[in-house]
């Protein structure tokens, strides 16, 4: 997490967040508004987004029922709300009204940036130097939760957003997977031609346009893009964001995305996918794990999101890297800080992603260990695996690294407008807009 940050932000968690915490105790050491340690028994209650049926969410609620059956003392309370903005925005609510989680998972960066100021997180650093194993089993990737001397939290997840295709589809209609953008213009021109959805965009979760924007950014521009917007050294407004805003448009325009995005989610455009009704879907590696039993199984491949021809230098620029981590609110009760650095602990350790890797038959994971021998990986992770290692820059949401943390909100928000009666100047306006007064 980039340093210098640290400044009075009225924004989405903002400065209402940090006085209601305050006025609740919460992250002051006489509170204990998350968790309870009466005797031996402590409650931690975890928030996740892991509550659907694919493997990854299975597994991880597995892993919660052995860890509540071993007598510790310790008992987990699991909240999975597996729709994004509805989870951030139950977060919100619960830190507001003092009731937040004990352990929660984030994006790290500007959005724990008003966690941090308000003083509730629990600084990991004094537990990494007790267990310098658990430290050292992960992945250098704790960037996104540090600060100064303090570490607020702990990759969980490792990703790069890749495009996944129906080769039964393609082949069908004289196509190959596409290496650049232009190739998969012309393969969505000739899809739609032939009465074929080429993506099923799932808009309604708004984050699917703005992992869009990200992959487009990073593939024309290059990884100093979202420093860039964070410093307003390139404005939201400014014509090089212009055109990619009218590029996302002009693919809706055609009919590339379905016939109405905004009607569908993220589930929906999964389903579309894996029941072979659409021919691509850029995705996490964790995807693949969806797959399998399906429809498409045995259909599905993929390959790296492609690139612009003329911008063959930002090919390996990608979205991806660390991902979602666990963070742990402080609890003002040793006890009960403790207990949750315990769940956190068994919920990252190597002997888990031993398990969801032979759970899901592969994977990337943010944790060094020895693979189970009886794990099968499958094709396509040893395929995802080869396109990861050639990344030579890794980036997330191009808003993580903003000092405004409304704004990966705002962004998605205003590109929702594409898909209705907008204009690519009235969604960089809409965004410029919120932007503070410097």
């Not at 080429?198 to 024309?220: D, I, M, T």
Request: charged share 25%; proline share 3%.
């Amino acid at each position: 997490m980039r340093k210098g940050w640290k400044k009075a932000i009225a924004c989405t968690l903002g400065l209402t967040m940090i006085l209601s915490l305050t006025a609740c105790g919460g992250g002051s050491k006489d509170s204990k508004s998350s968790g309870t340690g009466e005797g031996n028994e402590i409650e931690i209650r975890l928030t996740s987004r892991w509550g659907g049926e694919e493997t990854l969410s299975q597994y991880f609620n597995e892993k919660i029922e052995e860890f509540n059956g071993l007598d510790n003392g310790i008992t987990i309370v699991a909240d999975n709300v597996t729709d994004e903005q509805q989870y951030f925005d139950k977060l919100s609510s619960q830190f507001g009204a003092g009731t937040q989680p004990n352990v929660f998972i984030n994006y790290g960066g500007t959005s724990i940036q008003d966690y941090i100021e308000g003083g509730v997180l629990l600084d990991l650093e004094p537990y990494f130097e007790e267990d310098t194993e658990w430290r050292d089993s992960f992945l250098p990737l704790f960037e996104n939760w540090q600060e100064d001397d303090a570490t607020y939290g702990v990759p969980v997840m490792l990703y790069q957003i890749l495009l996944y295709y129906n080769k039964d589809i393609l082949s069908e209609n004289g196509l190959e997977a596409p290496e650049t953008i232009e190739e998969l213009e012309a393969a969505c021109e000739k899809l739609t031609g032939a009465g074929v959805v080429p993506f099923q965009l799932g808009e309604s979760s708004n984050f699917r346009a703005g992992h869009l924007l990200n992959n487009l950014c990073y593939k024309a521009y290059g990884e100093d893009i979202a420093q860039k917007l964070a410093d307003r050294e390139i404005n939201y407004d400014s014509q090089e964001m212009l055109d990619m805003y009218a590029l996302i448009q002009e693919w809706n325009g055609k009919g590339f995305f379905g016939s109405n995005p905004l009607s569908v989610d993220n589930n929906g455009e999964k389903a579309a996918f894996l029941s072979g009704q659409s021919a691509f879907r850029y995705d996490g590696a964790w995807f693949v794990g969806e797959i399998t039993g399906t429809e498409v199984d045995g259909a599905a491949d993929v390959t790296a999101f492609p690139y612009f021809a003329d911008k063959e230098e930002y090919k390996t620029c990608v979205q991806g890297g660390s991902g979602q981590g666990f963070s742990i609110t402080d609890s003002g009760d040793e006890a009960v800080n403790d207990a949750a650095v315990e769940v956190v602990k068994y919920l990252t350790s190597q002997e888990y992603y031993a398990g969801l890797e032979k759970a899901s038959n592969g994977g990337i994971y943010p944790v060094k260990f020895e693979s189970d021998p009886e794990t099968e990986i499958d094709d396509m992770t040893v395929k995802i695996k080869g396109i990861v290692d050639e990344a030579t820059a890794f980036h997330g949401d191009m808003q993580e690294v903003d000092p405004e943390t409304h704004m990966l909100n705002t962004v998605r928000t205003a590109l929702q407008g594409l898909f209705l009666d907008g204009t690519p100047e009235s969604c960089g306006s809409e965004i410029t807009a919120q932007e503070e007064v410097k």
